[in-house]
Every structure is written in C-alpha cells, then in structure tokens.
DNA sequence: AGCGCCGATTGTAACGATACAGCAACGGTC
DNA sequence: GACCGTTGCTGTATCGTTACAATCGGCGCT
C-alpha cells in the first residue's frame, strides 16, 4: 500500500517550492498559469487528494466552521420544527459567509469529549439548560459565543424574543375578540427531573413560562382571571391534544392559548375528534409560526417570532464576533399572525359570561 | 494581549514533559490521579482552553466527524421533512459512535473550497445530482463515501429502497380497493433548468420517475391504465395543492397517488376546499411516511421508507468503513402503512367503471 | 546602460499536539 | 537478593501545511 501523497511529495515531483503547490491550489493569482496546471497534473498523477484541512487548520488557525450545541439528545432538536426553522436560517447565513456548521449534541452520554473536540471557530447554544455542563465545555474553550433563547451568559450575546410581550399580544387579540374564559396548553411545567425527555424540555421551560405570564398577566390587566393551565407532557402534537382532550368534553372556555404551534395543532387534532367546530366554538392561537401553521385546518393564528431569521441574526453575531468587530444588538420583532383559527366569541357564550366593564 | 497558552507552555508551568499535560486531558488512567490534578489546575490557572482540536486531528490523523453534502442550497434540505428524518437519523447513530455532523452545502455560489477544506474523516452524499461538481470534490478527498439515494457511484455503498417496487404496493392497495381511474402527482418531471430550485429538484428527480414508473406499471399489470399525470412546481404542500386543484373541479379519478407526503398533504388541503371528501369520495396515498403523515385529517395512507432507519444505516456504513470493515448492505424494507385516507372506490363510482375482468 | 518595480517563486520556521520507545522506581515472588 | 511486570512519566520526532520575508528575473523608463 503506497503512502498517502502528501503536499511536499508533490512539490519534489513538480520540482517546485511546496508554497508554489500551496499556491496553486490556494491562490490562482499568486501563481503563473503555466505553473499551476503543471502542478495540478502532477498532483492528479499522484492521486494528491488536496491540501490536508487538519494540517491547514492548525497553520491558518482557523476552522471555518462554526458549532451548534443542541439539547441534550440529538433526537430532540430535529423533531421539534421551531428548531429545525432555526438551524435552517443558521446553516443559510453561515454558509453564504462561508462557514459549514457542525452539529454537537450536548451530550448526556458520551465521555464529555464532544465539545473539547470540536473543530470550531464559534459556538452557537441552542435553547440550552443554563446548567448543562456541555455549557460549562464551551465557556472553557474561551471561543465566540452566541446563545439562542437559552442559557443566558454574562458577556454572551443572546437572540431570542420578548416571550411574555409576544404572549401579551395573543392576549389581547383574543380579548379584543370578546373573550372571556380561557385554557392555556404549556408542557414541562410540572415535569421531573428522573425522566430522560424531562432534561431536554427543562431548556426551553423558562421560554415556556414567560410565555404563559406574559400572556396570563395581560388577561388579568384586562380584568380577566378566568384561565385553566393545562400541561402537556412533552412539546408533541399528540401530547397536545392529549392535553385539552379531556377538557373539550365540556368545554369552559371559549379560547386556548398554546405556548407552542406544535401544541396547537393538537389542540386542533383534539377538537376535530370532539366535534367541536374551530373557530366557532373555540379560538386556538399557538406560538412560533412554523409552516405547518399555515397548512393546518383551519390555518393557525399563532404568534409569529420568525425563528429563520433569528437563524441569520445568531450567524451574524457570531460572524461579528470573528471578525473582532462587536456584535450589535438587533431587536426581533414577534407579531401576531391573525389566521383562520380565531374569531369572535360565539353568542351563546357571550351571553354565559357577561362582559367586564 | 496575551498569548494563548499551549499544552507546551502548561507543561512547562507545571515542571513535567508535554506528555504529561496531554495524558491528565485524554487519558486519567495513563496518569496519577496526584499530577493529574496539579497539571489541570495550574492549566486553569494560565488560561489553556485545552489541546487544540486542529492540532490533535493533524497529528492523530482523524477528525471524528463526518459530512453531509445536502443538496445544492441549504434551505431545501430543511424545508423537505424527509431530509430532516434522515438527518435526524444519521446524526442520532453518529453521536452514538463518537462522531460529529458537519452540514456542508454543495454550494451554488461559494468559491468552490467548501468540500475539500472540510475536517471530516468520510463524507454522506444525500440526494445530490451525480453530475453535481461537488460530487466530484468529494471523490477527489479520497475518503470513505455513502451516498442515499442519488448519486449512484461505482464502489461507493448506497442507502436507499427499491422506489419502484414501494411505489407498487400503493397501486396494489389502490386495485384492491376497486379504483379504476387515478392520478398520480409528482414534481419536477417537466422543470427547467435555468430555475435555480429546479436544480435542487433534479437530483431527486430520479427517484420520483421510479416511483410513477412503478405506480403505473403495476396498474397496467392489472389492466388498469386510466392514469393522469399531474406535475407539481416543487415539493411543497402549497405546490400539491395546487398540482390538484383544477382537477377537483370534476374529478376524472378516484384515487391520487403522491410521490411525496408533502404533496400528498397537500392534495388533502385542496380536497377539504373542493369539499370533496376524503377517503368517502377519493382515497389519497402518500409517500415517505413523514410524522406529518399520522397526524393530517384524516391520517394518511402512506408508503413507509423510514427514513429515520435509513439515516441510521448510513451512519452504520461511514463507520464499517471508517473501521476498515467492508460495509454490508442490508434491504431496507418499505411498507404501505394503511391509515384513513383511502377506502374501497365509492358505490356511485364504481357503477361509472365497471370492473375489468 | 542603469534603475526601479512588480509578479512569480523560494526556504525556512513555525502551528500545537500525540505516538512511540524508553526509563526509573516500586512491589511482589521465588 | 535477583528477577520481573507494572505504573508513571519523559524526550523527541513528526503530522502537513502556510506565513513571512527574501530572492530572482524580466521589463519599461529615463
């Protein structure tokens, strides 16, 4: 078996200096044309497979590539299609710079050498437990940082959205409706510690619970108190309408609040099997604007917080922080999305539960 | 400013030879649990972020991660939910075996470099075209291949199902229900090529051809030949509806059959706005099997390819390779999963074509 | 002819770790 | 007490590039 070729080796068959073979391969302009393809055929005669990114990565000093941390098991980043919109506009913005992302998973299992080992100019944390100690393994590679939603670091800048002011604004949508009795669907609220999904969810809880304040606090600004906190198990379709299920038997509510689109749609899925009609008798508002939102039946008002362009502002902080340039802070906008899945409160209801003056 | 300090420098610090410092990092047991302390606090102490990854990967020759070249732009990838399940799938089994995922676009607009500066050890090739440039990159980096799907290279072990034969078990069910008259709703089959997405499109496109070859051709094997062909924009839910709409005007089938799920979601959306009922008045099938699929209204029946597996049997392929094992092939079953959209061909219906004999 | 300049090319010294072989000290065994 | 296997540590060579400064012709200008 012949050795691999290797740049040196090529450079001795062309009977030139190696930074000529580097260059051609490198630089087309720092180089003669003649030259470089004299150096290519070579090369390609020698089976040389290119410049070694390992032994380049060590001399530039750089990688090129930027790291994701998911939660905790893989698994759960790709189910869940808020992330996955994210990683979309992460993976976009990163690589029109020219960077290529790789995907960490936080580990839980293996012997803690992931993120000591990445081959990584940056870190992005995704929706991350503030006390993961795959965090503690990215704060201690002393590399740029940029978290997203979750974990909040001193010195770290952090893309996320106002969760309880975007709630809010689902709040008052609703209220302005003529609604008066209300069912929120949050998850993980209640969850242990001893169960594996648990862990993961435990990231995103915090986001979850400014959302179900956010959105409980304008009810009460609007003098309403009227509202059932329903907890799904996991952030799941089916755990969603597993939640509200038994609630629709004989609803006391006219309007439902889910921290998540994903929950929503199980609203939705739950309130189709219980025949009852959406929005007719009930209003359903979710939170995220996936693009399952708008193909839903009806369509899915939600509280959209454009998780592709968060995507792009966490690639540009973190590009920002490469180029020593400091990371400018942009505000994200979050807005109500009034699709078919909201309406007016119905008459009878109305009638049931006089307005508050 | 200060210099990073380096593994050289701690061990200097510390009066003990680089191996040392190395060894209390990589391996506790090689070292005394006494040095090993001394050496890790007084690195803390000067501030060393740890061994550089691109140094060891020079050195130790591996990089322990592995590429994913998605198709020509990024943000098709994560918009097709069946990508994503393969992803999900190989990232899963990769992290399970130690190794990192590095999403790699096949460019479209970059200076070409991104597949052979990537620090990967082996790359994955997801539903790339064979005459893709990026494909001949890969080949050029002389390192272990897997390909799902598209291309199909000599020696190069490829993940994928028997499209044609998956595709006829939908037909099968279909007949054996009394449908007569179909239409099957594909995509890309007329595109063009100066549409950028088309480009994306075309990669996949094969697999699409096989899988309306296979649909028809097991009809014409029952006598059926009663076949309209309607061809979407793009794989999307959207272009599905759309690919339908007119002809659910006065629909000429009883049956549709979609190469994708996406678009068979979709064909649902524009059946529920021409009211035309599904599977009372026209059974839908679908293809791939996506979580979408179990939970649209009603559930969709569906060719089942898991893709989740399929992911996980190309990580099982990288690392028999990686491991200098000659990676074997194992069948990738596909089933038809029978859910609620289709039914045996209405009464009316089946009075207008009678049965063949 | 002499001068300066520019683009192409070269030589050498890192970049920062790990593999490998070797060595000293230490107990236990006969 | 000689022998031997472990354990814990050391020295050095090397992984394959690229940065940097220096060099070398050739060419247009005066």
Redesign the interface.
Known sequence: MTQ?PTLQSVAKAAGVSPMTVSNAFNRPDQCSAGTREKVLKIAREL?Y??????????RR?R???V?VLLTER??YA??DLGM??F??GL??AL??A?Q??????A?G???H??V????VDAFVLASLLPDDPAVADVI????PIVSWGEPRLPGVPRIGIDNARAAAKAARHLVGLGHRRFAVVTFGATADIDDEHTLAVRGVHRAMAERVDGFTRELRAAGVTDVAVLDATKNA??AGAQAVAAALENPEFTAVFAVTDVLA??VL?AA?RAAVAVPAQLSVVGFDDV??AS?S?PPLTTVSQSLFEQGGLAARAVLDQLAGREPKARPIRSELVVRGSTSAVPESQARRTPRVR
Chains 1, 2 share one sequence.
């Not at 497979?49 to 060590?58: F, V």
């Not at 290529?100 to 998973?105: D, R």
Request: aromatic share 2%; charged share 20%; net charge negative.
């Open positions: 691999r089976g497979a290119g410049p070694d990114p390992a032994a380049r990565s060590l000093g990688t090129d590539t790291g893989l698994p790709f189910t996955v919109a990683l979309h993976a976009t690589a029109d020219g290529a992302l790789l995907l960490l998973p580990e299992n293996a012997e050498a992931h000591r080992n990445a081959l201690e590679r002393r590399l379709r089916a749609l199980g899925d189709a693009a399952a193909s039946v």
